[in-house]
């Protein structure tokens, strides 16, 4: 039986640290993180997303700038809302929630964004310097960063390892593909045209599941005491619940989790990691803009 990765605690103790750094930022000069939270519209899961991080900048310390804007706003609107927030010395991170609605060009949007408030890490320059050999980006992208914390903080080396990212999405597999390929894994990108992708994963190390398919990944795919990280969050009917709905991963726990060594559970997995680590990018920063003009 594989180890579930307890993605809620892992987090929980990584926020309890960013909080005392918190502390400290603001006793030793009187401030404290900012991060802009802007939402487009109000569609239901990026509002409860939205919520997520705004609740926990509160927990933490971390004052959140809230912008809220409503679906019809122009791609002009936006952007003059993102060059405000560059030049505002109270706010170190902004994020834009994703996805925008379909009249607003979201590439030219995040470009925007300064690079040193980037704390998604989707500006295309950070993402640039991600996949380039010897660059690091002033901010990794937060739930690649999450999936690679999770594998580390459970004693999983990627040093030589095959990986495989199920997925090439712009704010999950792609950077995430990358992010392993730094870490000097082998990496294989499985998407919706790879024929036979059972086969290719079955070779894997590592499989980081960002497909948005639910349980799309069977036991039978899995190597024998692979490492196996969800990212799918999918809401699947479920009469038994009063929601009427369930949440599932794009792995079907059930049976990978007898055939992997380690497995993430949705939820509970990389989800909370993912809020956290867009905290301590915040954090980051912060620290960063703080000690250069003091
Ligand atoms: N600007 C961004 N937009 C989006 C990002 C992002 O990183 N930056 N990622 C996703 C959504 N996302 C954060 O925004 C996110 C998804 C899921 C969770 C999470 O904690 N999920 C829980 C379950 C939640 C529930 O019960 O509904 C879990 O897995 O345990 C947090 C953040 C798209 N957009």
Redesign the pocket.
């Known amino acids: 039986m594989a180890t579930v990765i307890d ?2 605690a892992v987090a929980q103790s990584i926020r309890s640290e960013i909080a005392a750094e918190v502390r400290v930022l603001s006793e030793k000069y009187g401030k404290v993180p900012g991060l802009a939270v802007i939402i487009v519209g109000s569609k239901k ?2 509002q ?3 919520g ?2 705004r609740k926990a900048c509160a927990e933490l310390g971390i004052k959140s700038f809230d912008h809220d804007l409503p679906e019809q706003v122009s791609e002009a609107d936006l952007i003059k809302e993102v060059h405000q927030l560059n030049l505002n010395p109270d706010v170190h991170g902004i ?5 925008l609605p379909k009249h607003i060009n979201e590439e030219k949007v995040l470009t925007e964004i300064s690079l040193e408030k980037d704390v ?1 890490g ?1 500006h295309p320059l950070n993402i640039g310097k991600l996949a380039m050999k010897g660059r690091d980006p002033l901010f990794l ?3 690649p960063k999450a999936c690679l914390e999770l594998l580390s903080r459970s004693g999983v080396s990627i040093k030589g390892k095959k990986a495989v990212v199920v997925g090439r999405s712009n ?2 597999g792609l950077p995430a593909s990358l992010l392993l390929l730094k870490a000097d894994a082998t990496v294989t990108i499985v998407h919706s045209h790879t024929s036979q992708p059972e086969s290719i994963i079955r070779e894997a190390d590592i499989v980081i599941a960002a497909a948005g398919q639910p349980m799309m990944i069977k036991g039978s795919w899995i190597k024998p005491g692979a490492a196996v990280i969800d990212v799918g ?1 999918n809401a699947i009917d479920d009469p038994t619940k009063k929601s009427g709905y369930k ?1 599932v991963g794009d792995v079907d726990f059930e049976e990978v989790s007898k055939v992997a060594g380690w497995i993430t559970p ?7 990691m ?2 956290t680590m ?1 905290l301590k990018n915040t954090l980051d920063g912060a620290k960063r803009y703080i000690e250069k003009n003091n």
Request: contains cysteine; hydrophobic residues 40%; aromatic residues 6%.
């Open positions: 993605g809620k899961d990026s409860s997303y939205v997520m991080k994020l834009v929630q994703l996805p998604d989707f992208p937060c739930t704010i999950v969050t949440l949705v939820p509970g997995g990389v989800g909370p993912t809020v867009l």
